[in-house]
């Protein structure tokens, strides 16, 4: 029987204690005690918690000094002037009222039935004035186009825009029909439960110009003519 002897016993047992502790040792980029971090996804990175006491609501916007909400009666008054009448005979085109508008003389009345307006310090004016079911009428070369449920529209570049029903069946809807003088739109006077805009210049759109005369068959009718002047007093 072979004995191993001391030396080489000695040295067997160094080798396997050497292999051990290789087996058990940690890698040496991960410091001991230390965790692994989790990986991130596609290289995004978590987000930040949000500091204690931070808001992320909006900004409150500025508060009105006047609001009628919703309109409840009123009405829109447009006196025509003589050069948009005298344009509007050299067409052979009449103009008659429209639905519950009512016409005298030179002047269309729209009563007012609903919308909501907003009066801000400096001359800041936004809402709506909605005439529903009342307009005015053109009528010449055996063809009529009605404007009906105008809406008035205040804001730094005021309008009002309106359905244009030609023939009685073709519609064309919310089309802008007149623009209104800024400064008058913005300086309302507030009476009581009445908010009013007076003398504001009403001009014919050109988009509107063109549309009427290919409704009504003309080629005369000019953008910005002044139509006239409006009161609007709402309530």
């Known amino acids: 029987m072979r004995t191993i002897g001391t030396t080489a016993l000695a040295a067997l047992t160094a080798g396997l204690l050497v292999t051990a502790l290789a087996g058990c040792a940690e890698p040496a980029d991960t410091p001991s005690g230390s965790p692994t971090p989790l990986p991130t996804s596609h290289g995004v990175q978590p987000l930040s918690s949000p500091t204690a006491g931070s808001t992320t609501g909006p900004t409150p916007g500025p508060t009105p000094?006047?609001?009628r909400a919703p309109l409840t009666g009123g009405s829109t008054q447009i006196s025509f002037s003589g050069a948009f009448a005298a344009e509007l005979q050299a067409l052979r085109v009449t103009v008659a009222k429209g639905g519950r508008a009512a016409l005298q003389g030179t002047t269309l009345?729209?009563?007012i039935t609903g919308g909501s307006l907003l009066?801000?310090?400096g001359g800041t004016v936004e809402g709506d004035v909605l005439h529903a079911g009342s307009g005015l009428v053109l009528r010449g070369r055996g063809r009529s186009v009605e404007l009906t449920d105008l809406v008035v529209i205040p804001g730094s570049a005021p309008y009002i825009t309106g359905d244009v029903v030609a023939g009685g069946a073709t519609r064309s809807r919310g089309?802008?029909?007149f623009t209104?003088?800024?400064?008058a739109m913005a300086s309302p006077s507030t009476t009581g439960g009445q908010t009013v805009f007076s003398n504001v210049r009403v001009e014919l759109d050109p988009g509107a110009a063109t549309l009427l005369d290919a409704r009504l068959g003309t080629t005369a009718l000019q953008g910005s003519t002044v139509v006239?002047?409006?009161t609007i007093t709402a309530e």
């Open 119 to 121: 009066l801000f310090s």
């Open 65 to 67: 000094t006047t609001a």
């Open 175 to 177: 089309v802008v029909l």
């Open 228 to 230: 006239g002047a409006a």
């Open 180 to 183: 209104l003088d800024p400064a």
């Open 109 to 111: 009345s729209l009563p």
